[in-house]
């Protein structure tokens, strides 16, 4: 279970992959769930699953065809859910800014 | 011409690089191949691309990276050791290659460490031969050859010495310009494609490479000076010979190598050197002598390079050396079988190995007295 924060990058590269990807489709899938917000670059990407990989947060398929699908593991989901879980109680904690915010 | 060459930044010049092979592909030439210091362009037509360097810990980049890199655009143009170059056609929206700089960063951190040790390992290596090189001859000796191989070959060492000093600056920008990157990504900004402040380093850079081109081009011009002629076609020069000390006699060759007698002329940017090597056969036997002399810009500088010669004197060692004095000749010295003496700015070392029964009063009175006439 990752204890130190996860980087934006990582967070939206787990999320991606509830549905296994390979690493372009991974690319627009994260612009997709993020709405645009998140562009991530080929070399940033490459950068994050290998050490995701090395973490065993995810794994990469034996190779069927020239292009390597990524899965998410059980220690990978569960790596994601402990950083919804703290975004959640952090979004929480600041509700008291909701009224600021919106003024 | 369909190809091009033209020199490149340094290694580690990431965004300098970028920038020159933009506005080559611009120009209509696209890098074709990047080699130690020259990248090699071939002819195409103008075109707006954007080039980007990536650095791996390992030779060649995995494939399935290269592959992601395919897909998202940016095609793979040519790698020199753990540089890789890439291509992308310039306003279509292709993704960059690291959008996160703090994770770039880390790549920067391992070169930067491999590039300082790599840096210390050569400074290390160099400073232990100078070392071994002192130990063998002795620091005395070794410091004698260095100052007598400078005044031979000035040009020669003038561009070791500026090319050694080009070779550390460029090290060493390069070790200060990985940490400012390295500290510029850790902060979380991205590398900065501007273009900045070149102008003192190229200014520097191309001193230092003209300087080098220079004294290769006068010592390249001081070789062609070298002459030799046999004994009797000889110029008038500053070289005693046998007959002058009454040593006549039918020429002869070296014994060892069957070399003929012969005098030469060489120069470097300090001095003039003449040599002169004769054989004889004289009625009492076999006389040989070599003479160098140095004849320099000035006297302090022959006085300075004096102890040079006595230091690496082939036969007897600078103790062994008695020093004389003798009317004509500012300083004189002799050994049993060698003499070094300065007049003025000229410098003589002689090496005279006369047949027994040659009649010399003192070999070493005849020596001088003949260099002083000159």
């Given at each position: 279970?990752?204890?130190?924060?996860?980087?934006?990058?990582?967070?939206?590269?787990?999320?991606?992959?509830?549905?296994?990807?390979?690493?372009?489709?991974?690319?627009?899938?994260?612009?997709?769930?993020?709405?645009?917000?998140?562009?991530?670059?080929?070399g940033?990407?490459y950068g994050?699953?290998t050490?995701?990989?090395?973490?065993?947060?995810?794994?990469?398929?034996?190779?069927?065809?020239?292009?390597?699908?990524?899965?998410?593991?059980?220690?990978?989901?569960?790596?994601?859910?402990?950083?919804?879980?703290?975004?959640?109680?952090?979004?929480?904690?600041?509700?008291?800014?909701?009224?600021?915010?919106?003024? | 011409?369909?190809?091009?060459?033209?020199?490149?930044?340094?290694?580690?010049?990431?965004?300098?690089?970028?920038?020159?092979?933009?506005?080559?592909?611009?120009?209509?030439?696209?890098?074709?191949r990047r080699?130690?210091?020259?990248?090699?362009?071939?002819?195409?037509?103008?075109?707006?691309?954007?080039?980007?360097i990536e650095y791996s810990t390992e030779a060649a980049l995995p494939e399935d990276q290269l592959e992601l890199y395919a897909?998202?655009?940016w095609a793979h143009v040519c790698s020199r050791g753990i540089l890789h170059i890439f291509?992308?056609?310039?306003?279509?929206?292709?993704?960059?290659?690291?959008?996160?700089?703090?994770?770039?960063?880390?790549i920067?951190?391992r070169l930067?460490?491999r590039?300082?040790?790599?840096?210390?390992?050569?400074?290390?290596?160099?400073?232990?031969?100078?070392?071994?090189?002192?130990?063998?001859?002795?620091?005395?000796?070794?410091?004698?050859?260095?100052?007598?191989?400078?005044?031979?070959?000035?040009?020669?060492?003038?561009?070791?010495?500026?090319?050694?000093?080009?070779?550390?600056?460029?090290?060493?920008?390069?070790?200060?310009?990985?940490?400012?990157?390295?500290?510029?990504?850790?902060?979380?900004?991205?590398?900065?494609?501007?273009?900045?402040?070149?102008?003192?380093?190229?200014?520097?850079?191309?001193?230092?490479?003209?300087?080098?081109?220079?004294?290769?081009?006068?010592?390249?011009?001081?070789?062609?000076?070298?002459?030799?002629?046999?004994?009797?076609?000889?110029?008038?020069?500053?070289?005693?010979?046998?007959?002058?000390?009454?040593?006549?006699?039918?020429?002869?060759?070296?014994?060892?190598?069957?070399?003929?007698?012969?005098?030469?002329?060489?120069?470097?940017?300090?001095?003039?050197?003449?040599?002169?090597?004769?054989?004889?056969?004289?009625?009492?036997?076999?006389?040989?002598?070599?003479?160098?002399?140095?004849?320099?810009?000035?006297?302090?500088?022959?006085?300075?390079?004096?102890?040079?010669?006595?230091?690496?004197?082939?036969?007897?060692?600078?103790?062994?050396?008695?020093?004389?004095?003798?009317?004509?000749?500012?300083?004189?010295?002799?050994?049993?079988?060698?003499?070094?003496?300065?007049?003025?700015?000229?410098?003589?070392?002689?090496?005279?190995?006369?047949?027994?029964?040659?009649?010399?009063?003192?070999?070493?009175?005849?020596?001088?007295?003949?260099?002083?006439?000159?």
């Open positions: 279970m990752s204890q130190q924060p996860m980087t934006e990058a990582m967070y939206y590269i787990l999320l991606a992959l509830l549905e296994p990807s390979h690493g372009y489709g991974l690319m627009q899938h994260i612009r997709e769930i993020s709405g645009g917000r998140m562009e991530i670059g080929p940033t990407l994050v699953l050490r995701m990989k090395a973490e065993g947060l995810i794994v990469q398929d034996a190779e069927q065809s020239r292009r390597k699908t990524y899965h998410i593991t059980d220690a990978g989901r569960d790596a994601l859910a402990e950083e919804y879980r703290r975004i959640k109680n952090m979004l929480r904690d600041g509700a008291v800014l909701e009224r600021e915010v919106e003024e | 011409m369909n190809t091009r060459l033209r020199f490149h930044h340094g290694e580690y010049d990431i965004c300098a690089n970028e920038a020159l092979y933009a506005s080559m592909a611009a120009n209509g030439w696209q890098l074709a080699g130690a210091y020259l990248s090699r362009f071939k002819r195409a037509e103008p075109e707006q691309r954007l080039y980007r897909e998202c655009g291509t992308a056609p310039s306003g279509r929206g292709i993704p960059e290659i690291h959008t996160d700089p703090k994770l770039q960063a880390p920067l951190k930067r460490r590039h300082i040790i790599s840096l210390l390992v050569s400074l290390i290596v160099i400073a232990l031969s100078v070392l071994f090189i002192a130990a063998l001859s002795g620091p005395g000796e070794a410091r004698a050859e260095l100052a007598l191989g400078f005044y031979g070959a000035t040009a020669l060492c003038c561009f070791y010495i500026t090319l050694f000093i080009l070779l550390i600056y460029s090290a060493i920008r390069e070790s200060v310009q990985l940490t400012l990157l390295y500290r510029r990504l850790n902060r979380g900004e991205p590398l900065d494609r501007s273009g900045g402040r070149r102008l003192p380093h190229r200014i520097l850079r191309g001193a230092m490479l003209s300087a080098c081109a220079v004294f290769l081009l006068l010592f390249v011009f001081q070789l062609s000076c070298h002459e030799k002629w046999a004994p009797d076609a000889a110029p008038e020069n500053p070289c005693i010979s046998l007959t002058e000390l009454g040593l006549a006699g039918k020429q002869s060759t070296n014994p060892v190598n069957n070399d003929d007698s012969c005098v030469t002329y060489d120069r470097s940017l300090l001095l003039e050197y003449w040599s002169s090597d004769e054989y004889v056969e004289t009625e009492d036997g076999f006389a040989s002598m070599y003479v160098h002399c140095y004849v320099l810009k000035g006297e302090d500088a022959a006085a300075r390079l004096l102890p040079a010669l006595l230091e690496t004197a082939i036969l007897a060692s600078a103790e062994g050396f008695e020093e004389k004095s003798f009317p004509g000749l500012d300083e004189a010295y002799s050994a049993e079988l060698e003499y070094v003496a300065r007049s003025g700015s000229t410098l003589w070392y002689v090496t005279l190995l006369a047949p027994e029964g040659a009649g010399f009063a003192d070999k070493a009175e005849s020596v001088f007295s003949a260099l002083a006439a000159k």
